[in-house]
């Protein structure tokens, strides 16, 4: 008998690495942003449509936008980020700038938008696209320079402070965000958002720039203030604004945005049940934990390793998914290569049971985990193989280094995908074996 060339471990190996693979590329598949568009395009309006487009999946979004209004007048500009432009977005320019620290590129894009917007007759309508990364992508400072904006966004985001209390700092400091572009179109606007929110709140998502926006100039001087006191000129531009020196953003209820439409085409729920569809018929009960978990990564792994933990004790095949969005508090001034993602993956490493059996991915849907570029791995992909491959202690002194990404390339657990035209926040799959 010829030996077999491949063992029963790699074989098992490999079989739930493409399980995991499968539900991601599932998952992807709900957060299409033409299929999640196309259906909530209205009919073209007696003037032109001007398309403004914002975030990850904008020019794919344009894209579908240029095929439906085949025939009609239309123009306008999508940006995305750096090598997030992909084929072109036909009739809509595209435009690559900064993510997720605002540059120079950003703030000539959106001088181009806001010239757009204010060049809408009444019988246009400005169709306004917003995905994951729209508010680094819309960048028009107010109040502060752009190197100082930046610096903001970057101290904030290395902070642990969640996506809604960066958004109320960013959207004080802007002449686009919370309201302001939808409050100086003359032509009515229709927003569509496809959310990388928890909870999908429309004055969050891409900063809300056609929506009314709740927060207050006091508010996000509490945000800085409690996260990056160190930024002087943001504390005092906020303080000014807080004076009444400067005027607010369009609140709920304001006639400048009477006008405004807003509709959410798509988000993370149905990428997170598209995933679950993959692992049942793969055999696993499926446990979901929602698309909203949030926190700091390291807590949030191990306390899933807990209860994976609980729930192998059943002996059953169980697969564990969660959406939603984690943080990293940064420590330390030169951190290592890592994100959210990687950082999950290694405190559920180092928490797991001994021996325990598992499979995991976690990776952003957008295919790029932390804000290191286009060239950043998505996340985490671990068969069993690479799971034991993660000793605790390792995993440990990874965390401590914000180097998850670096000890995931060693044991091979990296997935390494490219942008991925989408972004619906994280996915988390974890395959337990009883």
């Known amino acids: 008998m010829v030996p077999d060339p491949v063992p029963g471990a790699d074989r098992a190996n490999a079989a739930a690495k493409r399980l995991l693979r499968r539900a991601f590329e599932a998952a992807l598949a709900a957060a299409d942003p033409g299929r999640a568009l196309l259906p909530h395009l209205p009919e073209p309006p007696a003037g032109r449509t001007l398309v403004v487009g914002a975030g990850k999946a904008a020019a794919r979004m344009a894209a579908a936008g240029d095929v439906r209004y085949a025939g009609a007048p239309l123009s306008g500009l999508a940006i995305v980020p ?21 540059d120079a590129a950003g703030v000539a894009a959106t001088e181009r938008v806001l010239a757009l917007a204010r060049a809408a007759a009444p019988d246009d309508r400005l169709l ?83 929506v009314p926006d709740p927060s207050t100039y006091a508010e996000a001087l509490a945000v800085v203030e409690r996260y990056a006191p160190e930024l002087t000129a943001v504390r005092a531009a906020l303080t000014r604004g807080a ?30 049940a598209a995933a679950a569809r993959v692992v049942e018929a793969a055999g696993y009960a499926a446990v979901s934990l929602g698309a909203g978990v949030q926190g700091e990564a390291r807590r949030v792994g191990r306390e899933h390793a807990a209860l994976a933990a609980r729930l192998v004790a059943h002996g059953r095949r169980v697969a564990l998914l969660s959406g939603g969005e984690l943080t990293v508090t940064v420590h330390g001034a030169r951190p290592g290569r890592g994100g959210p993602n990687g950082e999950y993956a290694l405190a559920f490493a180092a928490a797991a049971a001994p021996g325990a059996r598992y499979a995991l991915l976690a990776a952003d849907t957008d295919g790029i985990d932390g804000g290191q570029g286009p060239a950043a791995p998505a996340g985490a992909l671990l068969g069993p193989a690479e799971a034991a491959r993660l000793t605790p202690d390792a995993a440990r002194a990874a965390l401590a280094a914000h180097g998850s990404h670096d000890l995931l390339a060693r044991v091979g657990g990296l997935l390494v995908t490219g942008p991925t035209g989408t972004n619906v926040n994280d996915l988390r799959v974890v395959l337990l074996e009883g």
């Open 128 to 210: 306004v696209l917003l995905s994951g990364g729209g508010s680094a992508l819309l960048t028009a400072p107010a109040g502060v320079t752009l190197a100082e904006k930046a610096e903001a966004t970057r101290r904030l985001l290395a902070s642990g402070a969640d996506i809604g209390a960066i958004n109320f700092v960013r959207k004080h400091l802007s002449r686009v965000k919370g309201g302001r572009l939808a409050a100086l179109a003359r032509a009515p606007s229709l927003t569509l958002a496809l959310s990388d929110v928890v909870g999908d709140d429309p004055a969050t998502i891409a900063s809300g720039p056609t």
């Open 82 to 102: 750096y090598g997030h432009a992909a084929s072109g977005a036909g009739r809509v320019a595209v435009a690559e700038a900064g993510h997720p620290v605002p």
């Open 243 to 272: 004076a009444g020196a400067a005027p607010e953003s369009p609140k709920p209820g304001d006639p400048r945005l009477a006008r405004a439409g807003f509709r959410l085409v798509g988000g993370g729920e149905a990428s997170l």
